[in-house]
Nanobody, 121 residues
Framework: QVQLVESGGDLVQPGGSLRLSCAASGSIFAINAMGWYRQAAGKQRELVASIISDGTTNYADSVKGRFTISRDNAKNAVYLQMNSLKPEDTAVYYC???????????????WGQGTQVTVSS
């Protein structure tokens, strides 16, 4: 019923910028939180940034000051503006959301399919 679709991943040079987008669709009563995770080759998936319903944001120390997460509630969308990109930012980036599909249901965790970000000279 609920689908997350992310886009915006690309090959970019060190120091460059990218903007990732993620939109949720389907049965959505409320979105409690949205965020971005990433998984580099051979490593565990890690939280990059998150934003909860009241607008509070959280960032991994490695991206703080370089990345900005934002939301558009009307579009059920979340964005990740990535500046001053480094090779170590290379990973598949996944959109994540905590969504209550209906008033009487609990919240569920949903994941997008991932978008590749490669930072290289």
């Amino acid at each position: 019923q609920v689908q997350l679709v992310e886009s915006g991943g690309d090959l970019v040079q060190p120091g460059g910028s990218l903007r990732l987008s993620c939109a949720a669709s389907g049965s959505i009563f409320a979105i409690n939180a949205m965020g971005w995770y990433r998984q580099a080759a051979g490593k565990q998936r890690e939280l990059v940034a998150s934003i909860i319903s009241d607008g509070t944001t959280n960032y991994a120390d490695s991206v703080k000051g370089r990345f900005t997460i934002s939301r558009d509630n009307a579009k059920n969308a979340v964005y990740l503006q990535m500046n001053s990109l480094k090779p170590e930012d290379t990973a598949v980036y996944y959109c994540n959301a905590l969504i209550r599909p209906r008033r009487t249901t609990p919240v569920y965790v949903y994941w997008g399919q991932g978008t590749q970000v490669t930072v290289s000279s």
